[in-house]
């Protein structure tokens, strides 16, 4: 009975694995059919800003024709399991918050196997705090400043927030009024997965790692969504973060949206798609609620 049990499980593990490498080939092809019909006209586009000396340390910068007064501006950080993924990927997600009045920055970073932990989310704080440096000089405020991360992307928020190794620091941590987390991994344990080894010092526990395991109290609002038939990301990560966070004294909200997949959650972003999802309508009214 138990080995029966135990060839179920390996088999789901097998269908599960199955399914996540056919939803991230799909979203390859999605992604730049996304790309080809967003508005241009609702941005003025700035490429390959360099904010370090590595090819990957860049961004582009969406700016919104039409901008909200407070002058928000979203740093959307990518998935990709930490080794894959590009900035170029998603322009539609900056094309469908600017056409709401947000300034939009798509940031690339150092992926692995040649980068491991911390160095990715360095690259983030290295990001931000140049955005303050030269917020004139690229007509932007930051002042109203919300993180948005996919999967990957949004570990790297956390752990940049929270991490008590962390050798680099936010300037101006007080003007990042809101964290939006999209299907993040926050706790778990990559010991035993190979793909996910190769991001990581091997030598150090994953409970040395985690942000789950580093929260501590701040001002920062956090909105946690969870991808209701995500087979990539467990759900338990989203849950376990928010509890933490609360626990804490922070200020988070958790939300399930349903039908979508840990890809279709980053995709249903688009303004293509975005209202047959419960996504950005989640995310928007939670933005104007706080910066409001």
Not at 112 to 125: G, K, M, N, T, W
Not at 254 to 276: C, D, K, N, T
């Amino acid at each position: 009975m138990g080995k029966m049990i135990k060839r179920q499980r390996i088999t789901t593990r097998i269908k599960k694995a199955h399914q996540a490498w056919k939803d991230f080939r799909a979203y390859e092809v999605v992604s730049r059919r996304l790309n080809q019909s967003i508005a241009t006209d609702k941005f003025f586009l700035t490429e390959n800003v360099a904010y370090g000396e590595h090819e990957r340390q860049n961004f582009d910068l969406y700016r919104a024709v039409s901008s909200r007064q407070d002058r928000a501006l979203i740093v959307f950080v990518h998935g990709g399991t930490w080794a894959r993924g590009d900035k170029s990927d998603y322009a539609f997600v900056a094309e469908s918050f600017t056409q709401d009045g947000f300034d939009v920055l798509v940031l690339n970073y150092r992926l692995a196997p040649q980068h491991r932990f911390p160095d990715y989310v360095s690259d983030l704080i290295h990001a931000v705090n140049y955005l303050h440096a030269q917020q004139q000089e690229l007509s932007i405020s930051t002042e109203n400043l919300v993180l948005m991360g996919h999967s990957a992307g949004a570990f790297n928020i956390m752990s940049a927030l929270y991490h008590k190794d962390a050798q680099d620091v936010f300037d101006g941590i007080d003007q990042i009024k809101a964290v939006i987390g999209l299907a993040g991994p926050y706790h778990f344990n990559y010991a035993n997965d190979k793909n996910l080894q190769q991001a990581f010092p091997v030598d150090k526990h994953y409970k040395q790692i985690m942000p789950y395991y580093f929260v501590t109290q701040n001002q920062i609002q956090h909105l946690l969504l969870i991808a209701e038939l995500d087979l990539i990301v467990a759900s338990q990560n989203s849950k376990d973060m928010h509890y933490a966070l609360c626990r804490a004294g922070n200020q988070s909200v958790l939300e399930r949206v349903p039908y979508a997949g840990h890809i279709s959650l980053v995709g249903s972003l688009s303004s293509r798609f975005s209202h047959y999802f419960a996504t950005k309508r989640l995310i928007l009214n939670y933005l104007n609620r706080i910066l409001g």
